[in-house]
């Protein structure tokens, strides 16, 4: 099974950046989205970005991230900007192909003065 797994996480002061990238172990065949989801303390995991034919945003995050793929090298990111101690949270790199749906394992990211 392919695996997928996240790194770039860290900790940042409010107002800043980061890169998030998630890699896969293999090619994702009949794949249908790729997207980063969300979970922070005591809330549930939520959707951040999706994409597909177009690229998706929550509310929350429209205009400060941006996610794209490269194909050729199996990879997913995640560019956060302007960065808000509301962004703190794991964040999970998810795929689906017709077949199933694949979770990282999260990386965290704090946003703290």
């Known amino acids: ?3 997928l797994t996240e790194i770039g996480g860290g900790l940042v002061q409010p107002g800043g950046s980061l890169t998030l990238s998630c890699g896969a172990s293999g090619t994702l065949y009949n794949l249908l989205r790729m997207a980063w989801y969300r ?4 809330k549930q995991r939520e959707l951040v970005a999706a994409l597909t034919a177009v ?3 929550a509310d929350a995050v429209k205009g400060r991230f941006t996610a794209s793929r490269d194909n050729a090298k199996n990879t997913m990111y995640l560019q956060m900007n302007a960065l808000k ?3 703190t949270a794991v964040y999970y790199c998810n795929a689906v192909t017709a077949t199933e749906t694949i979770w990282g394992r999260g990386t965290q990211v704090t946003v703290s003065s």
């Open 55 to 57: 690229a998706i945003y």
């Open 85 to 87: 101690p509301e962004d």
């Open 1 to 3: 099974q392919v695996q």
């Open 39 to 42: 979970q922070a303390p005591g």
